[in-house]
Antibody, heavy 115, light 113 residues
Framework: EVQLVESGGGLVRPGGSLRLSCAGS????????MSWVRQAPGKGLEWVAR????????HYVDSVRGRFTISRDNAKNSVFLQMNNLRAEDTAVYYC????????WGQGSLVTVSS | DVVMTQSPLSLPVTLGQPASISCRSS???????????LSWFQQRPGQSPRRLIN???NRDSGVPDRFSGSGSGTDFTLKISRVEAEDVGFYYC??????????FGQGTRLEIK
């Protein structure tokens, strides 16, 4: 069974940083692109970032480019999202998802940016 | 960016009756490889999204056959042949043909009348 488990969310002040982690199991992790998708409270889904299987290519939505960095460790079946200079509008549940087609999703990790 | 527009945004349905959700894209979703990367997701209350349909009409593993997808180009539809209580929640279409960025529709809330 494919499982994705996020961790690292919490409350952070505007301008602060947070690092999310996602551990995958139940599938061969290294051949897949991995993605992050977020959902602000009461709102819809927004794709945030993705990373190539070997980590050599990263893509970002315009609103986070230059502030967020996606990375991965295939030896640990994990993908990460380093979030710097956080803003109130980054408040959301952040989901880790498998592949470009985001076929499997984790349970999500809540990030709240507030003073 | 490709804009995905769903309708209706709210869909009250009687148990056992059919339901239909429309999704239109601002550009054709036919990829250069010949595939159309249009997916449908279900998000039940308090849960993560679950992919139901990929490449317009392919049901994902474990998805009941009362769910079906159709369409082409810029016009797509998700149909539920007979709505059950467990189908309550939000439904989103998503395109990954133009993958920078992939984009989602606004979501359709399905509720039982």
């Amino acid at each position: 069974e494919v499982q994705l488990v996020e961790s690292g969310g919490g409350l952070v002040r505007p301008g602060g940083s947070l690092r999310l982690s996602c551990a995958g199991s139940g599938f061969s992790f290294s051949p897949y692109w991995m993605s992050w998708v977020r959902q602000a409270p009461g709102k819809g889904l927004e794709w945030v970032a993705r990373i190539k299987p070997d980590g050599s290519e990263e893509h970002y939505v315009d609103s986070v480019r230059g502030r967020f960095t996606i990375s991965r460790d295939n030896a640990k079946n994990s993908v990460f999202l380093q979030m710097n200079n956080l803003r109130a509008e980054d408040t959301a549940v952040y989901y880790c998802a498998r592949g470009v087609g985001v076929d499997y999703w984790g349970q999500g990790s809540l990030v709240t940016v507030s003073s | 960016d490709v804009v995905m527009t769903q309708s209706p945004l709210s869909l009250p349905v009687t148990l056992g009756q059919p339901a239909s959700i429309s999704c239109r894209s601002s550009q054709s979703l036919v990829n250069s490889d010949g595939n159309t990367y249009l997916s449908w997701f279900q998000q039940r209350p308090g849960q993560s999204p679950r992919r139901l349909i990929n490449k317009v009409s392919n049901r994902d593993s474990g998805v009941p056959d009362r769910f079906s997808g159709s369409g082409s180009g810029t016009d797509f539809t998700l149909k539920i042949s007979r709505v059950e209580a467990e189908d309550v929640g939000f439904y989103y279409c998503m395109q990954a043909t133009h993958w920078l960025p992939i984009t989602f529709g606004q979501g359709t809330r399905l509720e039982i009348k």
